[in-house]
């Protein structure tokens, strides 16, 4: 039991009613973490932290019954669903109630490119249902086929898709939230345009957000490329080359340095010894655009649908967070970065950074337009050794104008960097959460007035 009483939790779980609630703290512990220990350095640090119960609203109503109840008894709620963020989002700092909100599914509408969702959706059951009105979701992180929509909202960034429509922070890319506050008497707030932005990547400390309503892009047939390359620099410039091609729609595009791609378990017959490759999603009309492009400096080992039903991998699961996933399976010494190159100067630096940890620092690129710009977020795998190396490459990175965003610590301000968005974060948690109850802690800066 954390630092709550026995009796405010029984007092709390009576008021609570008819809504499910879980005790049993085995299963309370494993529904406490997500995959924060990517990071030797959270996994110490949070090792151990636990709710002191989970509760999971069956619908908008329920949770307005518990943020009420929680608010009244003056207990921490952390809001959880599918529990595939990489940075301690979904980790109690202080027990409280675990909100589960994986029963929040259904879909409300979808009209042409737009569509109304509820927050605990899973992306790949929005995708099923949104591509047979011939459309689907701009982006999805690698854990498309277990994240949900609110997950990727409150935690993510970007990922499969922004090659082309950038991350969540751009303007556009989420059109509304509806957010339920935590009072006594709670609210029930529709964010619209770029209000919605107050709830991007905040790690749930802005309000339980009950729904969505995401812009979608044309469904395509997506064919799955990996091209190898003797070089490494030679697949960063083919993959630069390709994202600048704006007649080529494609999904995706990550350059991958050797020896990684020999981690890569069922891939690796595709992935020919000592070579870099590229991973690419590429709509079918434009293959033949692609390959022309490519011409003879890059030889194709892949093509194949994407195919992510059950039982299948797709390749964009060796990509994003997934391509250090791969490596841990089989090697977990090491660990990773998450940087974004100037877009002046993006294969020069990504040269330079090569050469300066030629060993320790292992290159993974995804191709990304950032605020108009394309540009590469790198995702490279670290031979970790210690707290202060990692930390001695992360200055050296920001020196070189590399900019980081550190996957090693759990707040919002110290995590997000350039990928914080562009609201006013702390001044709408101070009106939604007055108590400091959604998920205390994360937010360094916030200091409760009522508390």
């Not at 991998?313 to 970065?337: A, F, G």
């Amino acid at each position: 039991m954390n630092d709550l009483s026995l009796n405010k939790l029984d007092r709390l779980v009576a008021e609570l009613g008819d809504i499910p609630v879980v005790t049993d703290p085995k299963v309370v512990r494993r529904r406490s973490r997500d995959f924060f220990w990517y990071s030797p350095i959270l996994n110490e640090l949070l090792d151990g932290k636990s709710a002191d119960l989970i509760v999971a609203p069956r619908d908008e109503s329920d949770v307005i019954r518990v943020a009420a109840a929680c608010a009244r008894h003056r207990v921490p709620i952390t809001v959880r669903a599918g529990g595939t963020g990489n940075y301690g989002q979904a980790v109690p700092l202080n027990g409280g109630v675990l909100l589960d909100i994986s029963a929040l599914t259904d879909i409300e509408w979808i009209k042409p490119g737009v569509l109304r969702v509820g927050a605990g959706a899973k992306m790949n059951a929005i995708d099923a249902e949104t591509q047979a009105q011939g459309f689907e979701l701009r982006m999805h992180p690698s854990t498309k086929r277990t994240a949900t929509i609110g997950g990727f909202v409150a935690g993510g960034s970007g990922g499969i898709g922004s090659v082309t429509y950038g991350g969540l922070r751009e303007h556009g890319n989420i059109l509304a939230a509806r957010v339920v506050t935590v009072e006594e008497k709670p609210r029930v707030i529709e964010l619209r345009r770029d209000a919605a932005q107050k709830i991007n990547r905040a790690y749930g400390t802005t309000g339980i957000i009950t729904a969505l309503e995401m812009p979608l892009a044309p469904s395509w047939k997506w064919i799955d490329v990996v091209v190898a390359f003797d070089d490494f620099m030679d697949a960063a410039a083919f993959g630069y080359e390709a994202a600048l091609a704006d007649g080529i729609v494609k999904k995706l595009l990550a350059p991958v340095t050797w020896p990684l791609p020999s981690y890569f378990g069922a891939l690796k017959p595709h992935c020919p010894d000592g070579k870099s490759i590229l991973i690419a999603m590429i709509a079918e009309p434009s293959l033949e655009s692609f390959k022309a492009l490519l011409g003879n400096r890059g030889t194709i080992t892949l093509e194949t649908p994407t195919d992510d039903s059950p039982g299948q991998v797709p390749l964009y699961e060796y990509t994003w967070n997934h391509t250090t996933l791969q490596v841990l399976k089989s090697d977990r010494s090491v660990t990773y970065l998450q940087c974004l190159y100037p877009h002046d100067r993006l294969l020069e630096k990504v040269a330079e950074m090569r050469e300066l940890f030629p060993d320790e620092v292992l290159q993974h690129l995804e191709f990304i337009r950032f605020g108009g710009r394309v540009t590469c977020s790198g995702l490279p795998v670290v031979r970790f050794r210690d707290a202060h190396r990692l930390n001695e490459i992360i200055s050296l990175h920001e020196q070189r104008g590399v900019y980081i965003a550190n996957p090693h610590v759990y707040t919002v301000e110290d995590g997000s960097r350039y990928k914080r968005a562009d609201a006013d974060q702390l001044g709408f948690k101070q009106e939604v959460d007055p108590f400091g109850l959604l998920n205390p802690g994360k937010m360094r800066s916030f200091v409760s007035a009522r508390a």
